[in-house]
């Protein structure tokens, strides 16, 4: 059974879907798009959607799923983001491939909390959950991608080594980092008694989720 499923509301799920969902179309339309710029793809795997863009997907998917207690909530997710930019795609006649992308990324993740069900996100179990993930996601991206392009199995082996261990690797250091800072805040903040109570209020407020969500369809269509 998913965790404390029966606790939690239509609309809690509904809110923390269109929250943590919106987020994720802010960022993949504004710093995803500026990780394509040629100027910043030039580093490579040190600085692209892969190694960036995708981890952070992963923790905001994790957030969502520790609010509402349902790993469904991260499909829902994918759905939502997937759904508006697959409009943007229609109208602007752009390419569908990260429609499908973004789909993948909320199976694997949804599928790898299903396994390993963490409680928290900033622990090493919620780490694992990414590696696992990114791991399924990079792999099955990268056979898709290539078996649309060539059957030749030289290809598709130097291509999964290159996204899978390399690529990986950098995102999983990076996530690793990351999660290590966002602890260390997280311990100072219990020293000194910092109380969050009224912020996560207003960010956990159906007014906030509804004004990201729209933020979200707004940025998404303005940076196609």
């Known amino acids: 059974m998913e965790q404390n499923e029966k606790r939690y509301n239509p609309l809690m799920i509904l809110f923390s879907v269109l929250l943590f969902g919106g987020l994720w179309g802010i960022l993949e339309a504004t710093l995803?798009?500026?990780l394509h710029l040629p100027i910043v793809d030039a580093a490579g795997m040190y600085a692209c959607s892969t190694t960036i863009m995708v981890p952070i997907a992963y923790f905001l998917m994790g957030a969502c799923y520790k609010r509402t207690g349902t790993f469904r909530s991260v499909l829902y997710m994918g759905i939502l983001s997937a759904s508006i930019k697959a409009i943007v795609c229609a109208i602007f006649h752009l390419s569908f491939n990260p429609v499908y992308y973004i789909i993948l990324?909320?199976?694997?993740m949804a599928g790898a909390l299903a396994a390993i069900r963490p409680t928290n996100v900033i622990s090493f179990k919620g780490l694992g959950t990414m590696i696992l993930a990114n791991t399924s996601y990079l792999a099955l991206a990268t056979?898709?991608?290539?078996?649309?392009a060539t059957a030749q199995l030289s290809v598709f082996m130097a291509n999964f080594e290159k996204y899978t261990f390399m690529y990986n690797a950098v995102a999983i250091i990076y996530t690793f980092a990351a999660g290590a800072a966002i602890y260390g805040i997280m311990?100072?903040?219990?020293?000194?008694?910092?109380?969050?109570s009224n912020v996560k209020k207003i960010v956990y407020s159906p007014i906030t989720a509804s004004v990201?969500?729209?933020a979200m369809v707004v940025v998404t269509f303005l940076v196609r």
Do not use: H, Q, T
Request: proline content about 0%; aromatic content about 20%; overall charge neutral.
């Open 32 to 34: 995803g798009s500026f």
């Open 105 to 108: 990324e909320s199976m694997c």
């Open 187 to 196: 311990k100072l903040a219990e020293k000194f008694s910092w109380d969050f």
């Open 143 to 148: 056979f898709i991608r290539v078996n649309a």
């Open 212 to 214: 990201i969500a729209v």
